[in-house]
């Protein structure tokens, strides 16, 4: 699962690249020309079809995997939490092998397969609205320009990778998860602690 969701998240935001990259091209070739063209006119509507594809794939993939990103960040933490108790209390090397490379594992596993890419499909995606904003947009025919403010109005709703619809995937998450991981382990720790020196 980590594997294709790493795959997933990297193949959007390439997607939205070029898309980008295309928006850049395709309207600096306008406004550099007369931009009269019915070649524009097709190139402006399959780029406006393929902004809408991606962000009805966007909302799809959060169809499709946002129960499952919700529990695997529930138990992801739950899990973490447990391992940094035992690696803070356990005193043998021996014994503090295994929680530390699992906790290890885990948190590479987190950041890498999911919060990195999904950071990255949100930031390509809000890439969108400055490369139609910035390509002199106003030079442009006016059936230019209706196509991209409906890119812009588009784009102005963030795009968002969501476990659950509620908890966003991405790197304030991750910080906020890792935090909160640190802070359980602590507490359960005092509260282990507590419980030793009252015996």
Excluded at 46 to 71: A, C, P, W
Aim: glycine fraction near 4%; hydrophobic fraction near 45%.
């Amino acid at each position: 699962m980590d594997k294709f969701m790493l795959t997933l998240l990297l193949l959007t935001k390439l997607q939205f690249k070029l898309l980008n990259q295309e928006i850049e091209k395709v309207f600096n070739e306008m406004s550099s020309s007369e931009g009269k063209s019915k070649h524009f006119d097709k190139r402006i509507k399959k780029i406006v079809e393929y902004h809408d594809f991606l962000l009805d794939f966007v909302n799809r993939i959060n169809d499709v995997f946002s129960e499952g990103l919700l529990v695997y960040v529930i138990i992801i933490v739950l899990s973490m939490c447990i391992q940094m108790y035992i690696v803070s209390t356990e005193h043998s090397l021996m014994a503090l092998m295994k929680p530390l490379f699992y906790l290890t594992n885990a948190m590479i596993q987190y950041i890498f397969c999911y919060c990195l890419p999904a950071q990255a499909v949100t930031d390509e995606a809000d890439r969108t609205t400055e490369y139609a904003y910035f390509s002199r947009w106003y030079e442009n025919p006016s059936s230019a320009k209706v196509a991209q403010l409906m890119i812009l109005g588009r784009s102005q709703r963030k795009t968002y990778i969501l476990a659950g619809g509620i908890v966003k995937i991405d790197l304030e998450t991750c910080l906020k998860t890792i935090r909160t991981m640190v802070s359980y382990a602590m507490f359960i720790r005092t509260m282990g602690i507590g419980q030793d020196q009252t015996r």
